[in-house]
Nanobody, 126 residues
Framework: QVQLVESGGGLVQAGGSLTLSCAASGRAFTSNTMGWFRQAPGLEREFVAAINWSGRTYYADSVKGRFTISRDYAKNTAYLQINSLKPEDTAVYYC????????????????????WGKGTLVTVSS
């Protein structure tokens, strides 16, 4: 049974930093992209960042320069380092894995993702 478990969320002041983790179990995802999405209250879930099978990274424009995605293939874990947090970053952050193997493009839609975690809440106070 595949599971993705996020951790690392919490309450932080604007300008602060957090590191989110996503631990995958049940199968290896070395040939798949691991990504992060977020959903703010009242809004749709949106793409944040992704790291593909070769380690290439992709970011939403709104987080470029502040967020860094990485992964540890041996641990089957992805990370999201979030710096210079803003109140508008407040959301539930979800980890997901792409159903496409060895995908090298930059298009990551919700329905491209096969497995999802339950999310971790990040709240940024002003």
């Amino acid at each position: 049974q595949v599971q993705l478990v996020e951790s690392g969320g919490g309450l932080v002041q604007a300008g602060g930093s957090l590191t989110l983790s996503c631990a995958a179990s049940g199968r290896a995802f070395t040939s798949n992209t691991m990504g992060w999405f977020r959903q703010a209250p009242g809004l749709e879930r949106e793409f944040v960042a992704a790291i593909n099978w070769s380690g290439r990274t992709y970011y939403a424009d709104s987080v470029k320069g502040r967020f860094t995605i990485s992964r540890d293939y041996a641990k089957n874990t992805a990370y999201l380092q979030i710096n210079s947090l803003k109140p508008e970053d407040t959301a539930v952050y979800y980890c997901a894995t792409d159903r496409r193997s060895y995908y090298s493009g930059s298009n990551y839609q919700l329905n491209d993702m096969e497995y999802w975690g339950k999310g971790t809440l990040v709240t940024v106070s002003s």
